[in-house]
């Protein structure tokens, strides 16, 4: 009963910037936490950043020092800002947003946005 919709993506030159958003609806009580993950063709998903209730942040390793994850709570939102993109930054970008379960938190994913990084 949680739908999350993506935007921001696109087709960027080397350098660039973009910011990506995520816009969490539904059923929603309390959120743990939210983030962004990304896949590259034949690659596995990996984390870019999550960001907590509290504020805490987590970076991949690849991206520190150049994106930045931010949330808004009373619009149950998340946004990455990415800056001096690289090629390698090219791969679809999910957003993820996890809530308390049963036993077990939930994650919730959206559909995914590409990001295209390249001249």
């Known amino acids: 009963q949680v739908q999350l919709v993506e935007s921001g993506g696109g087709l960027v030159q080397p350098g660039g910037s973009l910011r990506l958003s995520c816009a969490a609806s539904?059923?929603?009580?309390?959120?743990?936490?939210m983030g962004w993950y990304r896949q590259a063709p034949g690659k596995r998903r990996e984390l870019v950043a999550t960001i907590t209730d509290s504020g805490n942040t987590n970076y991949g390793d690849s991206v520190k020092g150049r994106f930045t994850i931010s949330r808004d709570n009373a619009k149950n939102s998340v946004y990455l800002q990415m800056n001096s993109l690289k090629p390698g930054d090219t791969a679809v970008y999910y957003c993820n947003v996890e809530v308390p379960g049963l036993l077990l938190p939930y994650d919730y994913w959206g559909q995914g946005t590409q990001v295209t990084v390249s001249s």
């Open positions: 539904g059923s929603i009580d309390t959120i743990n936490a």
